[in-house]
Each structure stands twice: as C-alpha cells, then as structure tokens.
C-alpha cells in the first residue's frame, strides 16, 4: 500500500510539472508570434549596420595604407608632389 500510494504521488508530481512545463513553452510560442518578427528584424538591422561600419573603417584604412605605400615609392620632389596631389584629389 504505501509504495503505491508513493506512485501515485509521483504521478502526481509529473503531471503537475508537465503541466507547468507545458505553460511555459506555451507562453514563450505566444511570445515569439508576438515578437519574433520584430526581434528578427532589429537583429538584422543592426547587424547590417554593425558590418557597413567595419567597411567603412576597412576602406578608409586602406586608402591611408595606399597613400603611406605611395609616400613611401616616390624618391623624387616631383614624384611626392604627385602623391599630394593624388592624395588631394581622392579625399574630396
């Protein structure tokens, strides 16, 4: 008698924990048909944002590490005029 009477309070207890465990999965779908789309969105557009930055940052280094290579390639006052000068002309 009293192992079955431990069973039945250990059935008990599963069920209550499915039930609960089932409320919870029930209100996280609920949220994600809520929120899910504007989640995905907000997380897209910031990773969007996030990689024009690193582009950014990436391009204009690159032109600051062309023109040390030019700098560095002219010998001549007429050749580091030329650099100048590029250089003038591809910032604006």
């Known amino acids: 008698m009293d192992r079955d009477r431990m069973d039945q309070e250990r059935l008990a207890e599963m069920r ?3 039930l609960g465990e089932s409320n919870v999965n029930e209100e ?3 949220f994600l048909k809520k929120w899910g ?7 897209l557009v910031s990773l969007i944002a996030i990689l024009g930055w690193m582009r950014l940052q990436q391009s204009q280094q690159q032109k600051i590490d062309d023109a040390w290579m030019a700098l560095a390639s002219s010998s001549t006052p007429a050749a580091l005029e030329d650099v ?9």
């Open 28 to 30: 996280f779908v609920d």
């Open 84 to 92: 100048a000068r590029d250089r003038r002309h591809s910032d604006v």
């Open 16 to 18: 209550q924990s499915e």
């Open 37 to 43: 789309p504007t989640a995905l969105m907000v997380v």
